[in-house]
């Protein structure tokens, strides 16, 4: 029998959270799921940031193949032309299956599909046209259809500075953009589909706000439940042997509320050589200094200043040949090469494992590695040399405003996630089993998803399908994993979209 695929995101959700909620009955549908299915931790990429994550989702690569790290890349926004690789739309429409990808990151601009796109977070906000086929957005339209919450903007990130003031309206913005975005895709569901994927990002940005107040997120995901039910039942109306994925993306914590300062760990290391012009020498401390000054502290809140302190310090820290930005440090391969590179590398990932906060004795470090260790393939060089990943109450920074090595910090959003790489996993259907799974990868989804459909797998996939979460006696346990030639990708895609019209 045609099996089809439903996979709906809860954007940030993981099982520290909600697993609680679910053995209470507080979340019926995910309780129903998580215990007819099967469910596990679904370990995200690294940095566990929504766009490579979902985009390691859809690919079934790790970054070093696609090439997406995090969402900015040289101060700019990152966009769907910037994926290396095809994601799981191009595989089914190459075999002339139709899939309805809504609201997955980075999938801006749309592309024709053989079926339907809506772009997610990360889509200009006075972009007119965000669907294909662009008729779509006719019923968006109707819908009142909303990618994400219009925040006060400095630059592309949202403004944070009096955020907590605004949370109400901000949480009233969230429920109608999840109402509406549930209707919509409910009306795409009165035809028949071989793939749905429905992200609800809100919920991600519903934490980052809401970390703080755990029942006010009880009540947004409570909400959510029940448009998973409406939508799963509506789904099997027209496609009644589906199977049902629930996942995230990577997990959620508190904001760090200490700092460390790698720019003043190096220097006092000796390992940084300061090669900054004498301007940027002098301005950082000024722009700190003006923030604090009560006459200028109004100037220092105008976007253009904001813009400028933020493009000095990216001009700064890599006109030096160490850095650290995001999620990493990057060593200058004209300065450092060869056994001194390596030399470097080693030394500054095993000082970092031993740097402890003297104020309470704990290690700042969760995850650091080597950039070969995490990532491989054709855009691994994109990623950092090496990879630093601070504990959730620790930010790590590359600050030249202050010359402190620790210091508190207050953060106006109390969610973050810059190290949680623990998303969830529940799948249910005919043919799967009930219990607890580990070692699931998000790099496994899209193969999954490839067998179930009968697609042959890349060759070059770096996860692998899930075999053992299907029933022994189910064909898809024993079916045999098929692997795809490399073709003319583009051409054969084009080929697949000239049929369907014909
Ligand atoms: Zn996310």
Redesign the pocket.
């Known amino acids: 029998m045609k099996k089809s695929v439903l996979l709906i995101g809860i ?2 959700a993981s099982w520290d959270l909600i697993t609680p909620w679910i053995l209470e009955d507080k979340l019926p549908t995910l309780k129903r799921l998580y215990e007819e299915g099967v469910c596990g931790n679904l370990k995200s990429t690294i940095p566990p ?2 766009g490579s ?2 985009v390691s989702l859809a690919t079934g690569k790790n970054p070093g193949k696609h090439g997406i790290y995090g969402f900015m890349t040289s101060g700019k926004l990152i966009n769907a032309t910037q994926v290396k690789t095809k994601r799981i739309w191009h595989k089914l429409t190459e075999h002339g299956k139709r899939s309805c990808i809504i609201n997955i ?1 980075v999938t801006y601009p749309v592309e024709e599909i053989n079926g339907y796109m809506v772009s997610s977070f990360l889509t200009p906000a006075d972009e007119k046209v965000y669907s294909y086929p662009p008729e779509l957005m006719d019923s968006l339209k109707r819908n009142d259809y909303k990618i994400d919450v219009k925040y006060e903007r400095y630059g592309f990130m949202p403004d944070q500075r009096d955020i907590i003031e605004k949370r109400g309206e901000l949480k009233k913005q969230l429920y109608d953009i999840m109402e509406k975005r549930y209707l919509t895709v409910k009306e795409f569901m009165d035809e028949k589909w071989d793939l749905f994927m429905i992200n609800f ?1 809100e919920c ?1 940005e519903f934490q980052h706000l809401f970390w703080d107040e755990k029942e006010t997120i009880l009540e947004f995901f409570q909400k959510l439940d029940s448009y998973i039910d409406n939508l799963i039942n509506k789904f099997k109306e027209k496609n009644p042997n589906a199977f049902v994925l629930i996942v ?3 997990g959620f914590a508190s904001s760090p509320n200490r700092v460390f300062n790698l720019r003043v760990w190096m220097q006092q290391k000796n390992i940084l050589y300061d090669k900054r012009t004498m301007i940027q020498k002098i301005v950082p401390p000024v722009y700190r200094k003006l923030t604090k000054i009560p006459f200028f502290s109004f100037i220092s809140k105008s976007n253009k200043f904001k813009e400028t302190r933020e493009k000095f310090h990216r001009d700064s820290i890599e006109s030096t040949p160490v850095y650290y930005k995001e999620s990493g440090i990057y060593l200058d391969k004209n300065v450092y090469s060869g056994e001194e590179y390596e030399k470097l590398r080693g030394r500054i990932i095993s000082e970092l494992k031993e740097v402890k906060d003297p104020s309470t004795g704990e290690y700042v470090f969760k995850i650091l590695g080597k950039n070969e260790n995490i990532y491989f393939g054709p855009y691994a060089n994109y990623g950092p040399d090496i990879i630093a990943l601070s504990k959730h109450n620790y930010a790590a920074s590359f600050s030249y405003e202050s010359n402190e090595l620790f210091d508190d910090i207050h953060l106006n959003i109390p969610g973050r ?1 810059f190290s949680e790489i623990y998303g969830i996993f529940i799948a249910s259907g005919d043919d799967i089993k009930t219990g607890k799974f580990n070692g699931l990868s998000i790099l496994d989804i899209n193969p999954t998803i490839c067998h179930i459909l009968d697609i042959p797998l890349d060759k070059d996939c770096d996860g692998q399908v899930l075999r053992t979460i299907f029933k022994i006696e189910s064909p898809y346990y024993s079916k045999e994993t098929k692997y795809s030639e490399e073709i003319q990708e583009k051409q054969k895609i084009k080929d697949a979209l000239q049929k369907i019209k014909l």
Do not use: I, M, Y
Request: overall charge negative.
């Open positions: 954007d940030g940031e929504s994550a979902w990151p990002k991600d995230s993306d990577h996630h």
